[in-house]
């Protein structure tokens, strides 16, 4: 059976496109795609969920992290790839907790969402005074 092992770990270790499949170089990155992947999914939702402390610790982690994907031997443009796109994503969703928190946004949201139900409350009023 250990032998039967080696024999199959030689087959794909010999090309070098299933041994770049099989190694930390490609899954490393892969695993760690659902990091950009929930943070880009994130953008449509309501920036009051978005955590200011754990957006600015991602930010930090991806920056530093894509200066260490090129500074191993070999560089590993995969994890660039990934921790790019999660320090771009992780800094938009940084901007979108500073404008809601910090710079007024929450104000005009509120003022938004109280214009709605005013609006709301006018038209449920003339539908029961038309069907009246």
Same mark, same amino acid.
Request: net charge positive.
């Given at each position: 059976?250990?032998?039967?092992?080696?024999? $199959?770990?030689?087959?794909?270790r010999?090309?070098?496109?299933t041994?770049?499949f099989? @190694?930390?170089?490609?899954?490393?990155?892969? @695993?760690?795609?659902?990091?950009? $992947? +929930?943070?880009?999914?994130?953008?449509?939702?309501?920036?009051?969920?978005?955590?200011?402390?754990?957006?600015? +610790?991602?930010?930090?982690?991806?920056a530093?992290f894509?200066?260490?994907?090129l500074?191993?031997?070999?560089?590993?443009?995969?994890?660039?790839?990934c921790?790019?796109?999660?320090? @771009?994503?992780?800094i938009?969703?940084?901007?979108?907790? $500073?404008?809601?928190?910090n710079?007024?946004?929450?104000?005009? +949201?509120?003022?938004?969402?109280?214009?709605?139900?005013?609006a709301?409350?006018?038209?449920?009023?003339?539908?029961? @005074?038309?069907?009246?």
């Open positions: 059976m250990a032998a039967a092992l080696k024999a $199959l770990n030689a087959k794909i010999s090309n070098k496109y041994d770049y099989c @190694s930390t170089h490609f899954w490393g990155p892969a @695993s760690n795609f659902g990091i950009p $992947l +929930a943070a880009i999914a994130d953008m449509s939702k309501d920036p009051e969920i978005i955590s200011g402390p754990m957006t600015g +610790a991602l930010s930090v982690y991806s530093v894509m200066r260490y994907s500074a191993v031997t070999p560089a590993n443009y995969l994890l660039f790839g921790h790019a796109i999660n320090c @771009s994503s992780q938009v969703q940084g901007y979108r907790y $500073l404008t809601y928190w710079w007024g946004g929450r104000e005009l +949201a509120m003022k938004a969402k109280e214009a709605a139900g005013d709301a409350t006018k038209v449920e009023a003339t539908a029961k @005074s038309v069907t009246k």
